[in-house]
């Protein structure tokens, strides 16, 4: 289990779980969002991700970098 699904579930903080997976999701890191959403899921909260960007994230290269315009 990911260090962050521990301290999503001492809370529980289901709503902040979907935000975070919502946002991973948004930056290409879809496995990551998976693990703490169904981390969340197994225990019984209830997680909806939404991404907190206002407007869809640019496309990022390998190694995190934006692609150039």
């Known amino acids: 289990m990911l260090p962050i699904c521990c301290g999503l ?9 979907g935000r975070l997976a919502g946002g991973f999701r948004a930056i ?5 969002a998976e693990e703490i959403v ?3 899921r197994s225990v019984g909260h209830g997680v909806t991700e939404v991404s ?5 994230f640019p496309g990022l290269l390998a190694g995190g970098r934006p692609e150039s315009p």
């Open 38 to 40: 169904g981390t969340m």
């Open 28 to 32: 290409g890191r879809a496995a990551l």
């Open 52 to 56: 907190p960007f206002g407007k869809p």
């Open 9 to 17: 579930l001492d809370g529980p903080h289901p709503l902040v779980a």
